[in-house]
């Protein structure tokens, strides 16, 4: 692997596969500057509706005749754009991506507006994707982090085109910029192809910016009735630090053992095998650069709200009180570093990693560095987080009928 940068500061890290047929490439470009609800949203839309020099057809076509994979997407701190090629149509999917960075001309900004419109009020639809939704909403309040689907929505009405081409322009000209490369292609040959192309954007900004962090000092306890529902959804969940803390090795182990392991998670064992009480029952860990969540959600029938909350605590209590033996945090480390290595497998997984950790600002080497510390972690340390973490300012979300 080998970081360099370009020639406008765009940090470039490089890794070379051999004999591996396609190649992929990433380019991340840190928010700096905060936008209403729903902007950056509809902007990684627009990237496919034209360029300066192509048509959304020709665009589109084009993509077609050479296999290029092209996509666009809005992370919590960054946008990320990113293609996947031929080994042999490098130079090509190269030219078309410079094309779509540097011109791209936001057209069918209406209908694309439209059709977001329609897809969120669908999704809403699912009571999942709505507990979910008034879950973020409520415990990131206050913060960009809380532009839920729900928000967005009652944002739409008032962007318009010149709302997306400014906050484009903005994270243009202030942001840092990171490229990440992974395939069978010589250094050389990729890095002066990169400067020649992308070599004159904006000069990437280093410093990512100080920006507020998420906050909760309450609980937030939300009730949202649907008449037409047969199962209730609870979740639950805290503000943690994220993946720059000390505390990320246990938190990420405290997550696989609580509800992230499938069948032989405490809570799949507790609430579903020994209780009955769930359909569906699991933890998460979500990860954002100015902070994190840890949740925990089941869905269950109406009359056992209340058993599955007092499961909750009872199960949270369990591990603040008691240390994890030493098999069930191994079976935990295993399990992790085992998820880890197999999203890691394709060029394109690599590349997306590389990107996100850098364009984060937790390093390159981020896996790396965290395997050997997930490594090191003891049982006290699990019962220390659980106990720091899981306190009374939390969020609570129910949706029943």
């Known amino acids: 692997m080998e970081i360099t940068k370009l020639g406008n500061n765009i940090d470039f890290v490089y890794k070379r596969n051999p004999d591996t047929p396609r190649i992929a490439l990433y380019l991340n470009m840190s928010i700096n500057n905060l936008s209403k609800a729903g902007v950056n949203s509809l902007m990684t839309r627009l990237f496919m509706q034209g360029t300066k020099n192509r048509t959304a057809q020709e665009l589109s076509e084009e993509l077609d005749k050479y296999a290029i994979e092209f996509t666009s997407e809005l992370k919590l701190d960054y946008i990320k754009l990113k293609f996947v090629c031929l080994n042999e149509d490098f130079e090509k999917a190269l030219e078309i991506f410079t094309d779509i960075v540097k011109n791209s001309t936001f057209d069918d900004f209406d209908k694309e507006k439209a059709k977001l419109e329609g897809e969120i009020i669908a999704e809403l639809d699912s009571p999942r994707a709505k507990i979910i939704d008034n879950y973020y909403k409520k415990i990131y309040e206050n913060h960009t982090y ?9 944002n739409l009405n008032n962007i318009k085109k010149s709302d997306v081409k ?84 246990a938190l990420a182990l405290l997550n696989i053992i609580l509800g992230a392991s499938g069948l032989s998670s405490r809570l799949f064992l507790e609430l579903r095998d020994k209780k009955g ?17 840890f949740s925990i959600y089941i869905a269950t029938e109406p009359k056992n709200i209340e058993t599955s909350l007092k499961g909750f605590e009872e199960e949270i209590e369990k591990i603040k009180s008691i240390p994890v033996d030493e098999e069930e945090l191994e079976n935990a480390k295993n399990n992790i570093l085992g998820k880890w290595a197999f999203i890691s497998e ?55 009928p």
């Open 146 to 154: 809380g532009f839920t689907n729900s928000v967005i929505l009652e």
């Open 166 to 249: 400014d906050s484009y322009s903005a994270i243009l000209n202030d942001s840092k910029k990171v490229i990440a490369f992974v395939g069978d292609l010589d250094f050389e040959y990729v890095n002066n192809l990169l400067d020649k192309n992308l070599g004159d954007l904006p000069q990437s900004n280093p410093v990512l910016p100080n920006l507020k962090r998420p906050e909760l000092s309450d609980k937030k306890e939300v009730e949202i009735i649907q008449s037409d529902l047969n199962q209730s959804h609870i979740l639950k969940g805290w503000l943690c630090e994220t993946a720059d803390s000390k505390d990320y090795p």
């Open 277 to 293: 009480l769930a359909y569906v029952v699991r933890s998460a860990y979500d990860i954002a650069r100015l902070g994190a969540n």
């Open 346 to 400: 394709t060029n394109s997984q690599q590349a997306n990693w590389l990107a996100h950790y850098g364009i984060m600002g937790f390093g390159f080497d981020f896996f790396e560095k965290a395997e050997e510390k997930i490594k090191l972690v003891k049982p006290e340390d699990i019962k220390y987080c659980a106990n720091k973490y899981f306190n009374n300012n939390y969020v609570l979300t129910i949706l029943k």
